[in-house]
């Protein structure tokens, strides 16, 4: 398994949900309205470390999703703040008529941590991948979509969701996940880029898992080619950081995304949206699933197969380093 430097023990410290489950146990001190709710699947989303510590605060609503986020709308209605944990594939999909209607129509304070998201349950097959969650909960209005790339910024992004009135919706992996931040304090906002490595030939926009590996490719491009790659994560796909983009078209002229998502509608289609609105030019790729469904295995595997993790993006701004762009300052001719 390339890539890997810990050990099945680590694991769990690693793991964004296990860090999900403390915040959100740690909140509920301090906080007697929130609530958990989960369907069936407690253990596997870490919520269960909320309902142990408030069994009186916390509802199965078993295999029955579309019923969990019914109960979750209610529930916020009458003033409590509901944070809802399944399988992202289970938030996006079997529940969204509930999740668009009674919660995002209505602007309800309800708070989805969905994990296993993108390729990280690799090896349970295709049907349980979620490569559609980005493109699918941007489009909902009201909804605000979170990408946290570690476990550390998982506790930002739970703490500044109970912040935020109204629907929020947070994209979490399985576990194995690498370390990123050191500690909590580095300016966490929803809808605030935080730019991880200064760079004046090329930004590599990424989140979730990909942004370790983007980290990772910039420090090889550095060190090997002489290419000075910005990284910026943007954890927040919705709102998007505009300003960030903006200011990476003027100063590098070069742009890749990287993303554990289909590349149709997700946070290479967001930057685009930037991009082609700006009226400014620049040499622009997306990474991410190609459209189709993924293949079968390990998470590390499935990156690799499709170029989101270190040597994927080495290769493709070894590309992308290679295409031209106007060179003129003068943006009112691309208008």
């Not at 609503?61 to 209605?77: L, R, S, V, Y």
């Not at 938030?91 to 999740?99: E, I, K, W």
């Not at 909902?140 to 935020?164: F, H, L, R, S, W």
Request: with cysteine.
């Amino acid at each position: 398994m390339a890539g890997l430097t810990y050990t099945m023990l680590d694991t769990a410290n690693l793991s964004t949900a296990e860090l999900y489950g403390k915040v959100l146990c740690d909140m509920g001190e301090i906080h007697p309205e929130i609530v958990g709710l989960s369907a069936d699947l407690a253990k596997s989303t870490k919520i269960g470390l909320f309902g142990s510590k408030f069994p009186h605060r916390f509802f199965n609503a078993g295999i029955a999703e579309q019923n969990m986020f019914g109960m979750a709308a209610g529930m916020a209605k009458a003033g409590l703040v509901p944070f809802v944990s399944t399988f992202a594939i289970f938030t996006s999909m079997r529940g969204l008529d509930q999740v668009h209607t009674d919660i995002c129509y209505q602007n309800l304070n309800v708070k989805m941590i969905a994990t296993h998201a993108g390729l990280s349950f690799g090896q349970a097959g295709s049907t349980h991948h979620c490569t559609e969650d980005l493109s699918i909960m941007r489009a909902m209005a009201n909804c605000k979509v979170i990408v946290p790339a570690d476990g550390i910024e998982t506790a930002n992004a739970v703490q500044a969701a109970y912040e935020t009135p109204g629907p929020v919706y947070i994209r979490i992996n399985r576990g194995f996940d690498q370390k990123l931040y050191e500690n909590t304090e580095y300016g966490y906002k929803i809808g605030k880029a935080v730019e991880l490595a200064e760079g004046t030939d090329l930004t590599i926009i990424a989140c979730g898992s990909c942004v370790y590996q983007a980290v990772e490719a910039a420090k090889i491009l550095n060190s090997t080619d002489g290419i000075k790659a910005r990284v910026i994560n943007m954890h927040t796909i919705k709102p998007i950081d505009s300003e960030a983009i903006l200011k990476a078209i003027r100063e590098t002229r070069r742009i890749i995304t990287v993303e554990d998502h289909n590349v149709i509608g997700g946070l290479g289609s967001a930057v685009a949206e930037v991009v082609a609105g700006s009226g400014m030019t620049c040499a622009f790729k997306m990474l991410g699933i190609p459209d189709t469904f993924s293949i079968i295995g390990l998470h590390e595997d499935l990156m690799a197969h499709y170029k989101i993790d270190t040597n994927g993006i080495l290769e493709n701004v070894r590309e992308l380093m290679g295409k031209d762009f106007e060179e003129d300052e003068n943006w009112d001719d691309e208008v």
